[in-house]
């Protein structure tokens, strides 16, 4: 048998497989917030996984549909998250998000001094060093970005 937890949706995303921990920076960058809440958004936090990692969140979204930068985005800090579009109460589509080589115009550097951060029309531009644990440096000054999702735009 399923275990059910949250209400069936008709139409909207499941956004799966979230590194546990992981949900509330999610909702961060949907830009969840008292002023923009217009459907039912369920969130699970720390439920068993079937799948490699022991433990997950889930985040549900009625009506709504991501546009590719929020996929990326959410790839940042949820590498193994999975994007489920529900249409009818069914799956109708489901990928895995996918890290860049390069993630450019989706987080800030940390280093104040770095030409991104100068006002100067540069996007900050990081390269991935490693991918399990993330790893990610400033493609200008070198700087590691320790705390990826404080620093995402
Ligand atoms: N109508 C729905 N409303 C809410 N959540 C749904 C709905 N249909 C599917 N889901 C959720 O979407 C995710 C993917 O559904 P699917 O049936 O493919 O599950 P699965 O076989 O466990 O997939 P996976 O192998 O990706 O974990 C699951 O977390 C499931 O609970
Ligand atoms: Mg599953
Ligand atoms: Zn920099």
Redo the contacts with the bound molecule.
Sequence with gaps: MKEIR?A??RNGT?I??ITAGQALNVLKILGVNEHSIDSTISVVIKVPS??GMKWKD?V?LEDRELDPETVDKIALIAPNA?I?I?RD???AE?YKVKLADKIVGLARCSNPHCITNMGEPVAPEFNVVSRDPLKLRCAYCDRKLTNISDNLL
């Design positions: 949250v069936p949706i499941v799966d497989h079937q799948k889930v549900k999975t489920v529900i109460y069914y799956v489901k």
